[in-house]
């Protein structure tokens, strides 16, 4: 059988950091509010002119290098996000170009918060089929764009990253299964409504905001993670107590707390970034991924599950053995 296996991870964070403090300067909040609701202290914001691809390429290098491989070796490039710097090309081809990987496919994913989880679901199958031998697998958001700065019920939960892995054929998973799914009938409760409008007229301006109905969308994303969480055991036929690590998607560490629960995990065996990266959306799994990596939590072998909710809905896991 063949199978991929995540042979490099890399993450990225912008250098600004945005305290709660600062955001009680801008909106009616306190940062004890948004600690106990949401376990957000601080997030990174984007510097002006740093796009999304910006962010992808620190940490597509990042993932090359600890890979210990050429960005030109790479025969597909897969990026989750939902903040490209432009409509058209795709941050992935933007990407490719920085990189030098030219030719290989190269394609954006738009998943929201689950566009990593989508991203490695898409370039596992382009491996397992024997389309890829070697592919480059980012999410990146630069969420802050998409802010209404005078909203406290959005502006204080997004931060800005990107995190990426590099995937390789092998004998032995690797990645065992991932788990897509999305309901579209519950677009009202989370979107952006600016876009290429619907007949007449140009780009739309003023309405490039996130609009969230957040305590309905906590409530489907608690009941959802939960589903995902048996469909991904009962999948592998396994136990609770065989998932080494949970790498949760980071929008809440209440949220987190509830799947942990659910998994009757430990938060020791949890990776919990949320504190200092806020929602970084597509970014948050890759991220939390690496952090641990890198930190040493994380050893080859270990078996990681991976979960993420967001907008569409869209919702995913991935059972990893390291
Ligand atoms: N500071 C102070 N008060 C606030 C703030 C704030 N930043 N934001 C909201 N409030 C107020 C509300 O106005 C409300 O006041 P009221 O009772 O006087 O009406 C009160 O706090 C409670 O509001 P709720 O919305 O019920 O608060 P809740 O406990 O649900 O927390 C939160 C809100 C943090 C947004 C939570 O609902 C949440 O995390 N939702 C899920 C978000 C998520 O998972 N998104 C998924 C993916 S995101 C993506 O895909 C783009």
Not at 66 to 94: F, N
Not at 208 to 215: E, F, S, V
Not at 298 to 317: N, Q, Y
């Amino acid at each position: 059988m063949t199978y991929s296996r995540i042979a490099g991870t890399g993450g990225y964070l912008p250098e600004r950091v945005l305290t709660n403090a600062e955001l009680e300067r801008l909106v009616d909040t306190s940062d004890a509010w948004i600690r106990e609701r949401t376990g957000i202290a601080e997030r990174r914001v984007a510097a002006p002119g740093e796009g999304t691809t910006d962010l992808a390429e620190r940490a597509a290098r990042r993932a090359l290098e600890a890979a210990d491989v050429a960005p030109e070796s790479v025969d597909l490039i897969v990026v989750g996000t939902t903040t490209p710097d432009r409509i058209y090309p795709s941050t992935a081809c933007r990407l490719q170009a920085r990189l030098g990987a030219f030719g290989c496919p190269a394609f954006d994913v738009q998943a929201v918060c689950t566009g990593f989880v989508y991203a490695l679901g898409v370039a596992d199958k382009f491996v397992r089929a024997g389309s890829a031998r070697r592919a480059l697998v980012v999410g990146a958001d630069r969420h802050s764009h998409l802010l209404d700065w005078s909203d406290r019920g959005t502006c204080v939960l997004f931060g800005d990253g990107a995190g990426a892995v590099v995937l390789e054929r092998s004998d032995e998973p690797g990645i065992v299964s991932t788990h897509l799914h999305a309901d579209g009938r519950y677009e009202d409760l989370l979107y952006v409504e600016g876009g290429t409008p619907i007949g007449n007229g140009r780009l739309s301006e003023g309405n490039a905001y996130t609009q969230m109905r957040g305590n309905e969308v906590f409530r489907v994303a608690v009941r959802t993670l939960m589903r995902i969480v048996d469909e991904t055991l009962s999948a592998n036929g396994l136990a609770k107590s065989d998932v080494d690590w949970l790498i949760p998607h980071q929008a809440n560490i209440r949220i987190i707390e509830a799947t942990a629960r659910k998994l009757e995990m430990p938060m020791e065996r949890v990776v919990v970034t949320v504190d200092h990266h806020g929602n970084t959306s597509a970014a948050s799994v890759p991220l939390a991924l690496d952090v641990a990596v890198r930190d040493g939590r994380i050893k080859r072998g270990d078996r990681l599950l991976l979960e993420a909710f967001g907008g569409g809905f869209t919702w995913g896991s991935a059972l990893v053995r390291y």
